[in-house]
């Protein structure tokens, strides 16, 4: 007899601990939507009170029971049933509304173009006057290497010449075409000079 007793008892707590479990992951639900997109089960079963009494998940320890032995625990653990009836309806609209906003955030429109463009140009500008920065600095250091080059020995300069020829080939290997310039190597620039 008293056995029997221990074991309605301890099926009792479960179930408690079944339903407060149940409640707190209806109120993750509520509060962070966007997590249980994906859960296919779980939605299937927020349709209907029927269909959430039978819902099970492993962790938190969550087991099917009929509706009225939830009613009947729900009104023992969380005051009434109303609220985890409310929980289950609340959690359905935070799932719907949450829908809604991941296809809004997907959807192309005229209006989020035009702030993409903007963006686009924004930044399109900005690396223009870095580039022009990168290339003043590239062109003093050029001239400096120049001179240095002017006053150095033979071999020095025919390092110089076959250096800019590995420079060369670098660049031609360059996927977008290389708009003209009047940057003008120096040592090609020194050898038209001469001839």
Not at 91 to 97: C, G, V
């Amino acid at each position: 007899m008293g056995t029997s007793q221990a074991r309605r008892d301890q099926r009792r707590r479960r179930d408690e601990f079944a339903v407060q479990a149940l409640s707190d992951l209806l109120k993750h639900v509520c509060n962070d939507p966007a997590a249980y997109l994906q859960k296919q089960e779980l939605i299937t079963a927020l349709r209907s009170q029927g269909s959430l009494a039978k819902y099970k998940q492993d962790e938190p320890a969550i087991h099917a029971m009929s509706l009225n032995h939830q009613k009947a625990i729900s009104e023992f653990v969380l005051g009434s049933y109303l609220s985890l009836d409310n929980l289950r309806r609340s959690a359905i609209d935070a799932l719907e509304t949450e829908r809604t906003r991941e296809k809004r955030a997907n959807k192309v429109t005229k209006i989020g173009l035009a702030i993409r463009v903007k963006e686009l140009e924004e930044e399109r500008l900005t690396l223009l006057e870095d580039l022009m920065l990168l290339q003043r600095a590239f062109d003093l250091r050029c001239g400096q290497a120049a001179q240095y080059a002017k006053n150095a020995d033979k071999a020095t300069q025919a390092r110089c010449k076959k250096e800019q020829r590995e420079i060369d080939v670098s660049l031609s290997l360059r996927r977008r075409p290389v708009p003209p310039s009047n940057v003008i190597p120096f040592l090609r620039g020194r050898e038209s000079e001469r001839s």
